[in-house]
């Protein structure tokens, strides 16, 4: 058992949890039950615990103001705390492949470990690994995309051979249509083989003004300068016209005669 406080949290692990609202239910459960599984953590040279997994659970602890929490303690170097970590990932099906790719990528720059080394070491196939750090391919904007919708790695895998356009294609009918992996893999071959055509949008239906419609309203308009003028209102209209336009140019005096200037006018 060691106090939240005594764990110190890798820089390269720390996440803003803050925003996380499931840290909410976690932190409430934490308050209730306690930790049910313990933390892994290794002791530094330099005497202090550093986590190893956990993450989540140590942040729901602290937040729940928890004096103690149960941990195992493994003997472990820099190399080997990332592996175990990349291995609980592997083992619990971590939400986030994008991010078990970085890690793995990160291992191989940082401590110039080999692919096949590392599948070993995982306990993955060669090829399944070389697999997730493919989907590093992908851009930013697309892997947020991925992410949001739900799509799973073997769908994001699919995708892999296409250009950004098409892919931008592809993920519009995924998502849209909630396609599953078998579809999506026939979309993304269609796509690539130009046998896929995205259909385009149906124009707007343009309003069309026939020329019974601008006579209806130059006669209209004729009888309202009718009965203004009949009321005493000095108005007029004049109508011009070209080769694209019909113009109706109005004027009505602002100032009345005084004696008329009480007048009230009802036009039906």
Do not use: W
């Amino acid at each position: 058992m060691l106090k939240p406080s005594q764990i110190r949290i890798p820089r390269k692990r720390q996440v803003d949890t803050e925003s996380d609202e499931t840290m909410q239910f976690l932190t409430a459960s934490i308050a209730s039950n306690g930790v049910i599984e313990p933390v892994t953590v290794r002791k530094r040279e330099d005497g202090e615990y550093e986590l190893i997994n956990g993450l989540r659970r140590l942040c729901g602890a602290k937040k729940a103001g928890l004096r103690r929490i149960p941990c195992v303690v493994h003997k472990a170097d820099n190399y080997t705390a990332e592996l175990y970590s990349v291995i609980e990932n592997l083992q619990r099906k971590a939400p986030s492949f994008f991010e078990e790719a970085a890690v793995i990528k990160r291992i191989t720059e940082d401590y110039g470990v080999s692919e096949k080394e590392l599948a070993v070491r995982l306990g993955i196939p060669h090829h399944i690994l070389l697999g997730k750090l493919s989907l590093l391919k992908l851009s930013e904007r697309h892997r947020k995309r991925i992410e949001a919708a739900g799509i799973t790695e073997a769908q994001a895998r699919s995708m892999l051979h296409l250009n950004e356009y098409m892919r931008e294609m592809a993920l519009e009918k995924i998502i849209t249509e909630g396609l599953n992996e078998k579809q999506t893999e026939r979309l993304c071959a269609d796509i690539y083989s130009g046998k896929y055509e995205k259909k385009p949008e149906p124009e707007k239906p343009k309003m069309k003004y026939a020329i019974g419609d601008i006579r209806l309203f130059s006669n209209s308009l004729s009888k309202m300068m009718t009965t203004l003028q009949n009321a005493g209102i000095d108005a007029a209209f004049r109508k011009y016209e070209n080769n694209k336009y019909v113009e109706f140019r109005v004027k009505i005096r602002k100032e009345l005669p005084e004696e008329e200037s009480a007048t009230q006018l009802k036009i039906c």
